[in-house]
């Protein structure tokens, strides 16, 4: 699989609510809700294209990521339906809402992140956590098509490809045109050092 040609199956969109900002993806993979959702909640697979998770996997539990550190409870559980956690990665505290829905052909899954508008926001704008989301969506589907490789090199250009995908779609929420730009260049910054 090409990391690049995964960038125009996703659907992105930055969201308000309140105070709130965020980001929200959507993506159809070519598998069963059930299969999605064991690949979404068994600590086992997740490790394979996550990170390690440890904790109480079920609603009102409490789960760890052992490679970021993020930790969180799980507010609702309704198997291949709908996952909504709290979202606590030192810096900020924010939610986080995983749906499933069919699709033909497959499964749809949109994944909400949503947190407070903060310095970091302000700089960086929906890119720097829509990365991070993206290239997870990405790792789903290598992981769901048993396929582990990516051409060489190609990371850099998904970096730059995806922060001007979430300026697009900073405009396309009403966002400065030109912010939206220097945004994405900021974080391509923040990404690539």
């Known amino acids: 699989m090409n990391l690049v040609d995964q960038i125009p199956l996703v659907e992105r969109r930055v969201v308000r609510e309140g ?11 070519l598998a069963s ?12 697979r997740l490790e394979h294209w996550f990170e390690p998770v440890s904790g109480t996997l079920a609603e009102g539990g409490r789960f760890e990521l052992a490679g970021s550190g993020v930790s969180g409870g799980i507010s609702t ?5 709908l996952l909504r956690l709290t979202w606590d990665d030192a810096d900020n505290l924010s939610t986080v809402e995983i749906t499933l829905s069919p699709a033909a052909p497959g499964t749809r899954l949109t994944v909400t992140h949503l947190g ?27 992981h769901l ?8 090199g190609e990371e850099e250009t998904f970096i730059r490809e995806v922060a001007h995908a979430w300026s697009r779609a900073l405009v396309d929420a009403g966002g400065d045109p030109a912010e939206a730009r220097a945004q994405a260049e900021r974080t391509i910054a923040f990404y690539l050092g």
């Open 33 to 44: 809700e059930a299969d999605l959702w064991d690949s979404l909640t068994d600590p086992s």
């Open 77 to 81: 559980c309704k198997p291949e339906q």
């Open 145 to 152: 098509a048993m396929d582990t490789e990516s051409q060489e």
């Open 116 to 142: 407070a508008a903060d310095e970091h926001w302000d700089t960086h704008g929906p890119a720097v956590g829509g990365i991070g989301w993206d290239s997870s969506l990405v790792a789903l589907a290598f």
């Open 19 to 29: 105070a709130g900002v965020g980001v929200e993806l959507s993506r159809t993979y």
